[in-house]
């Protein structure tokens, strides 16, 4: 247990819809890291916030949005989605900017 | 950006030793690691190199080259749970305190008797 959680595990929804993954790091973490993989890709860095500050953007879609929060907590937002949406979604936390990360079990979303 | 090139599939037997290697290309190298994944779960972290050289860690082993941009993962002593995805991620500094970690697509072990 790396101390990262995340909710939902799994999510089923259709094409066209919004919905938010969240993300606790871990005790004293202030970094927090999203990555989105699909089948047979690597791990495709989309954000990462530090105390509550945006610090790196990846290619992130504009349908997709995140934010942390004062308790540090992370939120990411997925809009009007697509088929090719359907992916393992990682969050990741780190103590500082260049410290190493865990990992989340991740948040499996499936769109059909 | 940043290029980070690793085998696709390696296959190994049960016992022997594999070496699986990283080529990468980045302008503001600020690290180097190794994480495992089995499939559906999360990544752990195995290794982490920032100077060249050897880093030893039980069964596993990373080696840095700064200067050719190359890093191997050495795995002693294979047992039938090494069977996962090797990733290769490298830290890049992008300046004001920024960094961001870039994954390579990873190396696919299997594991046989």
């Known amino acids: 247990d790396s101390g990262v959680t995340q909710t939902p595990k799994h999510l089923i929804t259709a094409t066209g819809q919004r919905v938010t993954l969240r993300c606790s790091p871990r005790s004293g973490d202030l970094s927090v890291y999203w990555y989105q993989q699909s089948l047979d890709q690597g791990l495709q860095f989309l954000i990462q916030y530090y105390n509550g500050e945006e610090r790196a953007k990846g290619n992130i879609l504009e349908r997709f949005s995140a934010q942390q929060f004062p308790d540090l907590h992370s939120e990411l937002n997925l809009s009007s989605l697509e088929l090719g949406d359907s992916a393992l979604y990682f969050c990741?936390?780190?103590?500082?900017?260049?410290?190493?990360?865990?990992f989340g079990e991740g948040s499996r979303l499936t769109v059909l | 950006g940043q290029n980070i090139d690793q085998p696709t599939e390696m296959t190994a037997t049960e016992g022997a030793i594999v070496q699986i290697n990283c080529t990468y290309q980045?302008?503001?190298?600020?690290?180097l690691f190794w994480y495992q994944q089995h499939a559906g779960e999360a990544p752990t972290f195995l290794s982490y190199n920032v100077l060249d050289g050897l880093e030893e860690k039980g069964r596993f082993s990373s080696f840095l080259s700064r200067s050719k941009g190359y890093s191997y993962l050495l795995l002693k002593e294979l047992q039938m749970k090494d069977s996962a995805s090797y990733l290769c991620a490298v830290r890049d500094s992008s300046g004001a305190g920024s960094y961001q970690l870039t994954f390579g697509k990873g190396t696919k072990l299997s594991v046989i008797p």
């Open positions: 990741a936390s780190s103590v500082h900017e260049a410290g190493e990360l865990f």
């Open positions: 980045t302008s503001g190298f600020n690290g």
